[in-house]
């Protein structure tokens, strides 16, 4: 009798064991079928967020095109109408935050928004940035013509080639003015990196004996096309390739500085006066309105009298055409500075020298040395040689932002960025060492073989067809790039690759797109009369 009851009791123990995991399993059946229901909700409002988001910046994009610029004034009165029509029609809120930034609307046409829509108990929001500057202020790199990546650089940003672009995995060098070809990595990109490539695109895999992508001939690199294929190949992270759909809006530098010039004298534009002298040429409307700025003929006296004038200010002198700006501090607030000749900015001591304001160079600029700038610079070229581009040459300088701004540097001739951080091999990869945008309105090529060079900012060569960028068979933008150290020993380069050609952190280039340049430089912008829209990365919060 005993053994039976036993036996019963041990069979209904088992059988509420068996119940009790059979409404577990059932409970954990049904909290998963309801955790991927929420989670499916939530993906799904996350999606309709998003696609409200990006639907009311498509319709902005298309709305704005048909804007005529005239006065900031009419655009307020044109956006005011547009923005709660798209608020209603995608049941999103988007808020105006040009104030924020210290934007002046009776000025400028820059306009800040924060596009918005809330899901679940989260909010998607994206930045965008209404302006009417030209396109070449939105990419990383880039160049009306081509494009050509050499070696191990790291690209935080979109690219543009109107042309073709060109990629492979050599850096090429000149040392002791011999030309030299060091093979390392491909160029690597950020995740949300785009190449916009208008043209075609080719790589090169190449191999020391057994296939080159350059040949030394003439004095120049001359690419061995038949070892190229059609296809773009990029170390452990490629951007995404595609056509870019919308219109370039170019520079036409030589009447952007005219317009700056005209500016600086008081003369706004659009008005009935600024018609009348835009017309004219650069010589001419230099002398047509001296009588309207300060003159100064040295910059210690520019200096130590920068505040006795609210008149912009030409920089010149009857015994030299070169001015040294090398120490202390410069700040122009709204003024613009005019120099008649070439510039030079470099520190003579061992605090960085500060400039903030705007300058037009007419003339050539060299950068050496530690600077920290607010400012936008026009280099044009001298006035009694038209046909002489300006020249502008950064050479072994570190350039920061002054209050953590950046500078705008377009240069109508050749931009050379040259011995930055030379054999540097403590790789500050997020700490940049030219804050700023660089654009030439020639062709460039850059060495990051020896230099270490880390931009925040961008970097653009609009490109001449007319001739070849220096040292090369193309016209527009090459980058030559190492990834590792490099030494100077014996009187040559030797080079040590990292562990993998995969760690971009060893990049002897790197550059990161800064949006901030649209908002911070203002008036100092080259001005098209067309607008944009410049749209930030999506934030959930």
């Known amino acids: 009798m005993n053994e039976k009851g036993y036996s019963l009791v041990v069979t209904l123990l088992i059988i509420t064991i068996f119940f009790i995991l059979g409404l577990t399993i059932l409970s954990v059946a049904i909290y998963q079928a309801r955790f991927t229901e929420v989670r499916v909700e939530d993906v799904e409002s996350f999606h309709e967020a998003t696609q409200a988001i990006e639907e009311t910046i498509a319709e902005m994009k298309v709305r704005i095109d048909d804007f005529e610029l005239s006065t900031p004034g009419k655009l307020d009165m044109q956006l005011g109408t547009l923005i709660p029509t798209l608020q209603q029609r995608y049941s999103v809120e988007v808020k105006d935050v040009t104030g924020d ?242 510039l030079f900015l470099g520190n003579s001591v061992n605090t960085p020298t500060k400039v903030r304001g705007n300058i037009i160079v007419l003339g050539n600029l060299t950068i050496s040395g530690d600077i920290e700038l607010d400012s936008t610079i026009y280099v044009f070229g001298r006035l009694d040689s038209p046909n002489v581009p300006g020249r502008t040459l950064i050479y072994n300088a570190n350039i920061a932002g002054w209050d953590d701004k950046e500078v705008v540097l377009l240069s109508k001739g050749r931009l050379e960025i040259a011995r930055i951080n030379e054999f540097e091999n403590n790789f500050s990869f997020g700490q940049p060492n030219l804050k700023g945008y660089f654009y030439t309105d020639s062709n460039a090529v850059l060495y990051a073989v020896g230099s270490y060079i880390n931009i925040q900012g961008g970097l653009f060569a609009r490109g001449n067809e007319l001739e070849f960028a220096p040292d090369s068979d193309v016209s527009g933008l090459v980058i030559n790039a190492y990834r590792g150290a490099a030494v100077k020993q014996g009187g040559s380069i030797s080079f040590t690759p990292p562990p993998s050609l995969d760690q971009k952190e060893e990049s002897r280039f790197v550059i990161r797109h800064d949006k901030s340049v649209f908002i911070n430089r203002g008036e100092g912008l080259p001005f098209v009369k067309k607008l944009s829209l410049i749209v930030d990365k999506l934030i959930v919060k």
């Open 101 to 342: 930034y210290n934007i002046n609307r009776e000025k400028l046409f820059t306009r800040v928004y924060l596009i918005s829509k809330s899901h679940s108990s989260k909010t998607v929001e994206r930045r965008v940035i209404l302006t009417n500057t030209p396109s070449f202020l939105k990419y990383a790199i880039g160049s009306t013509k081509d494009v050509i990546l050499n070696g191990g650089a790291y690209i935080d940003g979109n690219i543009y080639a109107g042309g073709n672009a060109y990629v492979t995995n050599v850096a090429n060098y000149i040392d002791n003015s011999k030309k030299y070809m060091e093979q390392t990595s491909f160029p690597t990109t950020s995740k949300t990196s785009v190449l916009f490539v208008n043209g075609s695109y080719y790589s090169c895999d190449h191999e020391d004996g057994a296939r080159t992508c350059y040949n030394i001939a003439d004095n120049y690199f001359q690419r061995m096309m038949a070892n190229y294929s059609n296809n773009v190949h990029f170390q452990s992270q490629s951007p995404s390739i595609q056509k870019e759909r919308e219109e370039f809006i170019d520079v036409d530098f030589e009447w952007t500085v005219k317009d700056k010039l005209l500016n600086a004298a008081g003369i706004e534009t659009f008005s009935q006066e600024y018609e009348t002298y835009i017309d004219k040429s650069i010589s001419q409307l230099f002398h047509k309105l001296q009588d309207r700025f300060a003159v100064f003929d040295s910059v210690s006296s520019l200096q130590e009298n920068i505040d006795s004038t609210n008149q912009s200010i030409i920089l010149q002198s009857e015994d030299s055409s070169l001015f040294f700006l090398e120490q202390g501090e410069l700040d122009l607030q709204d003024k613009w500075l005019i120099v008649n000749g070439d």
